[in-house]
């Protein structure tokens, strides 16, 4: 199996699902076009399917490496990052001032989903450089910015995010890094010592790029504790001269790589500040905000991790879909003799891949959606689109990352069950897609923690008012699908109309279980809530585009076969998974008596 960009999903969930024309309407990208996204996705796929995707097996099998104190990357890796570098991927939509193409987040988002279907070992890299520019365009002073941002956009210099540590995970009111003032530069830039561990850190240290630029979180010696207490720094592998030539090793090194379930090629790293020498870094942003300015970063890798999740998911469907045309396995039922036929033909094969490609799709529709969010809350024309926008960038987030990456697993093992028991055997490669889709549900927030913040931050923080909004939208489109001609249209229309009642059930139980004040029902139904929410917004996205193919499939010249597979599989997923959604109620609204605590003693035999 070759890997693929699909680019015609990719620029169908633009165009027909998550509402990308908006962006050329609100002005804000006057050379945007067609031809130009045609162009862009094109280049991609080369790039995708040519450089990085012939280096996913092979990076499995031959995993980064410390090596004298320095990280080795996987063979293959330092030529394709020269490429990914050469190519202007990285400045894709970063402000022209600092070196970017200035082209709407929604692009690089596609990107996204396109290089972790081809590596995601590999493009993980890129993603949390991509997140640490964001946060220093947001908060950096000047001089930070003219120091790194040229180099960091374009992608000359990787950026990384350190935040866990041995004794705090997502807890982070427990760190303990410390960053103490230590004296003034010529320009009045205040530098502070850092010293501290921190682990979980992705490419933490690689020999892809000259300079790494670490975002560190710490505490001051007077910081309060808690995460009120934190602030971040900006914390250079190797110190920045003024003319912009690299300086003297600053004590920020890799002591350990962690030895992981998936994702070899990517570099896990310990990382120690100040324990062979003195490491140095500056302030970025205020004191003690640290944590408000991390999730700047956060949230954009939060969005980035929901697209590792369609990504991987997509490159284990095309496996499966391959292998099961490949295979020949039984005989159609009542046909006793005769030549083997493919197991595509036999229907729980077809069952699974259409669920695979269902969920492929729906998570794309979601991630994308909420990219285009992210875009006209930055750009609309008016306040009242920005706002618009930003609420739903908001809601669509914590769904993006929990939702598609969870979705990611199912679809990674679906993809196994299809090869039978050559999936369970590593030289078919089905087994790494699922190896390496399974940290996605953990980090930048466990799958949990969003869907706390789902029925907290986001649905009690402004009384609901914004998912109404949302379920409102998704009602709207369910008529308009069961008011169409087609037998299928009319189906899809009805049980999304089902699900989104039902998500609104759930929706006003939690709401009123928040006015009473009882948190702990609200957190016993976050993740089924969430996984509710999923359902409805993917069945959502879908029965849009399944509109629009019904539309487009009596058009001349049209792509038949293309447009009526959109709608089977809006239909199938509206049979599979929207009914899911609409009994999903009963476990949201338990309360927290079904997860009252037992005596651990008496749950072991």
């Known amino acids: 199996?070759?890997?693929?960009?699909?680019?015609?999903?990719?620029?169908?969930?633009?165009?027909?699902?998550?509402?990308?024309?908006?962006?050329?309407?609100?002005?804000?990208?006057?050379?945007?076009?067609?031809?130009?996204?045609?162009?862009?996705?094109?280049?991609?796929?080369?790039?995708?399917?040519?450089?990085?995707?012939?280096?996913?097996?092979?990076?499995?099998?031959?995993?980064?490496?410390?090596?004298?104190?320095?990280?080795?990357?996987?063979?293959?890796?330092?030529?394709?990052?020269?490429?990914?570098?050469?190519?202007?991927?990285?400045?894709?939509?970063?402000?022209?001032?600092?070196?970017?193409?200035?082209?709407?987040?929604?692009?690089?988002?596609?990107?996204?989903?396109?290089?972790?279907?081809?590596?995601?070992?590999?493009?993980?890299?890129?993603?949390?450089?991509?997140?640490?520019?964001?946060?220093?365009?947001?908060?950096?002073?000047?001089?930070?910015?003219?120091?790194?941002?040229?180099?960091?956009?374009?992608?000359?210099?990787?950026?990384?995010?350190?935040?866990?540590?041995?004794?705090?995970?997502?807890?982070?009111?427990?760190?303990?890094?410390?960053?103490?003032?230590?004296?003034?530069?010529?320009?009045?830039?205040?530098?502070?010592?850092?010293?501290?561990?921190?682990?979980?850190?992705?490419?933490?240290?690689?020999?892809?790029?000259?300079?790494?630029?670490?975002?560190?979180?710490?505490?001051?010696?007077?910081?309060?504790?808690?995460?009120?207490?934190?602030?971040?720094?900006?914390?250079?592998?190797?110190?920045?001269n003024e003319d912009g030539s690299l300086g003297e090793r600053n004590d920020a090194h890799c002591i350990k790589l962690e030895e992981k379930m998936g994702l070899h090629g990517s570099p896990t790293c310990v990382m120690v500040f100040g324990e062979r020498g003195e490491c140095y870094g500056t302030l970025?942003?205020?004191?003690?905000?640290?944590?408000?300015?991390?999730?700047?970063?956060?949230?954009?890798?939060?969005?980035?991790?929901?697209?590792?999740?369609?990504?991987?998911?997509?490159?284990?469907?095309?496996?499966?879909?391959?292998?099961?045309?490949?295979?020949?396995?039984?005989?159609?039922?009542?046909?006793?003799?005769?030549?083997?036929?493919?197991?595509?033909?036999?229907?729980?094969?077809?069952?699974?891949?259409?669920?695979?490609?269902?969920?492929?799709?729906?998570?794309?529709?979601?991630?994308?959606?909420?990219?285009?969010?992210?875009?006209?809350?930055r750009c609309a024309p008016d306040e009242k689109q920005r706002a618009k926008a930003r609420a739903l960038e908001e809601l669509l987030t914590p769904i993006s990352k929990a939702w598609s990456t969870d979705r990611a697993n199912d679809i990674a093992s679906m993809g196994v069950q299809v090869h039978g028991g050559m999936g369970y055997i590593e030289e078919t490669g089905a087994a790494q897609h699922m190896r390496d889709a399974r940290i996605a549900a953990i980090y930048e927030g466990t799958n949990g923690i969003q869907a706390m913040d789902l029925v907290g931050r986001k649905l009690q923080g402004d009384g609901g008012v914004s998912v109404a909004a949302y379920i409102q939208d998704v009602k709207e489109e369910a008529l308009i699908a069961r008011a169409g001609k087609r037998e299928d249209l009319k189906a899809i229309g009805a049980r999304l109309l089902e699900a989104g009642d039902a998500l609104k059930a759930s929706t006003d139980w939690l709401l009123d279980a928040a006015k009473a004040g009882r948190q702990d029902d609200i957190l016993a139904g976050a993740a089924p809530y969430l996984k509710q929410f999923g359902n409805v917004a993917g069945g959502y996205y879908l029965t849009r585009g399944a509109v629009a193919a019904a539309l487009a499939v009596k058009e001349p010249g049209a792509d038949a076969a293309y447009l009526e597979s959109r709608i089977a599989i809006a239909r199938f997923f509206a049979e599979n998974y929207l009914t899911e959604a609409s009994g999903l109620t009963p476990a949201v609204t338990a309360g927290a008596g079904a997860i009252k605590r037992l005596d651990p003693a008496a749950l072991t035999g």
């Open 284 to 377: 970025l942003g205020e004191e003690n905000k640290g944590l408000r300015n991390m999730f700047i970063m956060m949230n954009a890798a939060r969005l980035d991790v929901g697209l590792q999740g369609v990504g991987v998911a997509e490159a284990a469907f095309q496996r499966a879909l391959s292998y099961a045309q490949e295979r020949r396995q039984g005989r159609a039922p009542g046909v006793k003799s005769g030549p083997m036929i493919a197991i595509y033909e036999h229907g729980d094969v077809r069952r699974m891949l259409y669920s695979m490609k269902a969920l492929v799709e729906a998570s794309r529709g979601i991630c994308y959606a909420n990219a285009v969010a992210c875009d006209l809350a």
């Open 1 to 240: 199996m070759t890997y693929a960009t699909p680019v015609r999903d990719i620029r169908y969930a633009l165009d027909h699902m998550a509402g990308f024309s908006a962006l050329a309407r609100s002005g804000a990208f006057p050379d945007l076009s067609g031809e130009m996204v045609d162009a862009i996705l094109g280049e991609a796929a080369k790039f995708c399917d040519g450089v990085i995707a012939p280096l996913n097996a092979q990076c499995d099998r031959t995993p980064s490496a410390l090596e004298n104190g320095a990280v080795r990357t996987s063979p293959g890796f330092q030529q394709a990052y020269a490429r990914y570098v050469e190519g202007g991927w990285n400045s894709l939509a970063f402000p022209e001032e600092w070196g970017g193409q200035g082209l709407p987040s929604t692009l690089a988002n596609a990107l996204v989903d396109a290089m972790n279907g081809a590596s995601m070992s590999f493009s993980i890299c890129t993603t949390l450089t991509t997140g640490a520019v964001k946060a220093i365009l947001s908060v950096g002073t000047e001089r930070q910015k003219n120091t790194y941002l040229p180099k960091m956009v374009s992608g000359a210099w990787t950026g990384t995010m350190n935040l866990t540590e041995p004794q705090s995970g997502s807890d982070l009111s427990a760190l303990r890094t410390k960053a103490e003032p230590a004296g003034v530069d010529a320009d009045g830039t205040r530098r502070y010592r850092i010293s501290g561990q921190k682990i979980f850190i992705t490419y933490g240290d690689n020999d892809m790029a000259e300079n790494i630029v670490h975002l560190v979180l710490a505490r001051l010696p007077d910081a309060p504790e808690g995460t009120g207490g934190i602030s971040m720094f900006l914390v250079p592998k190797h110190h920045v």
